[in-house]
C-alpha cells in the first residue's frame, strides 16, 4: 500500500527542480545515465520476477503430494553466474560514472572561448564573479545561451554545494584561502545552457538552519543580450531623480555601503551582496517573491525590516550579520531606502518565465 500510495505521489511534486527535464550538456548526460541505470535496474527487476514465478507456478506443491524434492546443493556454474552479472553491472556503471564526473570536472581556465566565472558560497547567500569582465553580481546568474562556463568555486565559511539541476550536477564550494594568489581548495568545473530561459539553483550541502533557503536563479540569454546586459551592468548607478529617492539614497551611504555596493564595477571584497540591478532581481534575498515592481519593494522592506525572520540565524555568530532596520529606521526612512534600491536596475531584463 505504502509504494502504491508513493508511485501516486511521485507525479504532485514541483517540476522546477528536476533533473529529468536537462537544459544543458552535462544535465543531459547525467540524464542519460540514469536512464541507463534505470533500464538495468528495471531489467533485473524483470528476470527476478520472471523466474520467481515460472518456479511459484510450475514447481509449486501438488494437492497430497508428499513427495520431498531433490536437495541440490553447491552449483558452480550458478555461483559464478550470480556472481559475475552483479561484477559486470557495477564495472559497467563506474565507468560510466568516473567517465562523466571527470568530464563534467574538466578545467576549462584556459579555454579563449569559455566565459570564466567565480562562484562564492556564504550563508546563506551567492556571489557571481566576471574576472575577464570586470563585474560582480548576487544572486542572479547571467550567462549566454551555448557558451561553455568555466568556474571556480569556494566558499568563504563552511561547506556548500552549487547545484542547477536543469543545467549541471552538484559541485562543492569548499573554504578556500588565497596563497601565493592563487585559490586555496577551489573546485573548477564547466557547464553549458542549451535554452535560454530563468533556471533555479539550490545549495546542496547542508550548511546550517538556513540551508533550504539559500537558492539562486541562473537567467540564460541570446549572445547579443548578455553582451547587452553585461555593458549595461558597467554603467555607474542610477541617480535618485526625487527627493524621496534622494533622502534614500542618503540613508544607504550612512547605514548600508560598509557592506553593499551599488555598482557592478565595484569588485573589491565586501561582506555583504553586490546590489546592482537588485530593481530587477527575480527574488530578494534567494527566496521572497518579486514577481513586479510592488512585490519586488515590498519583499525588499520585509528583508531590510527583519532579515533573521526571512532566513533564520542570518546573524550566525563569526559570519556577517545583516541586522534588522526595524527598529533603526523610521517608516519614512524605509520607504525611502526602498525607492532608491529600487532605481538600481538595468535596461535588460530577465525572460519572463518561471524557473525551472
Known sequence: MFTLLALALAGCGDPRVSALVPQGSNARESLSLIQISAYIMFGVMGVVIFLLAVVLIRFRAKPGDRTIPKQVEGSNLLEFIWTAIPVLIITVLSILTVRLTFSMAQDHSDDPNALKLQVIAHQYWWEFRYPDLGIVTAQDLYIPVGKKISAELWSTD?????????????????????????????????????????FLGKCAELCGPSHALMEF??????????????????????????????????????????CHALEATDTANRPGPNLANI??????????????????????????????????????????????????????????????????????????????
Do not use: Y
Not at 541570446?222 to 541617480?239: I, Q, S
Open 217 to 258: 536563479k541562473v537567467v540564460v540569454l541570446p549572445e547579443d543580450e548578455f553582451n547587452r546586459w553585461v555593458e549595461a551592468m558597467k554603467k555607474p548607478a542610477p541617480k535618485p531623480e526625487t527627493t524621496k529617492a534622494a533622502a534614500g539614497e542618503q540613508t544607504f551611504q550612512k547605514n548600508c555601503m560598509a
Open 158 to 198: 563552511v561547506i556548500h554545494s552549487f547545484w542547477v539541476p536543469a543545467l549541471t550536477g552538484k559541485m562543492d564550494a569548499n573554504p578556500g584561502a588565497l596563497l601565493d594568489g592563487k585559490r586555496q581548495n577551489a573546485n573548477r568545473f564547466s557547464f553549458d545552457a542549451e535554452t535560454v530561459g530563468v
Open 279 to 356: 530593481g530587477n532581481r527575480l527574488t530578494i534575498a534567494g527566496v521572497l517573491p518579486a514577481g513586479d515592481d510592488a512585490e519586488r519593494a515590498a519583499s525588499l522592506r520585509r528583508w531590510i525590516e527583519a532579515p533573521n525572520a526571512v532566513k533564520p540565524q542570518n546573524d550566525v555568530p563569526g559570519t556577517v550579520v545583516m541586522p534588522p532596520f526595524k527598529d533603526k529606521l523610521s517608516p519614512e526612512a524605509l520607504d525611502q531606502l526602498v525607492d532608491f534600491l529600487m532605481l538600481q536596475k538595468v535596461d535588460v531584463a530577465p525572460p519572463k518565465a518561471a524557473a525551472r
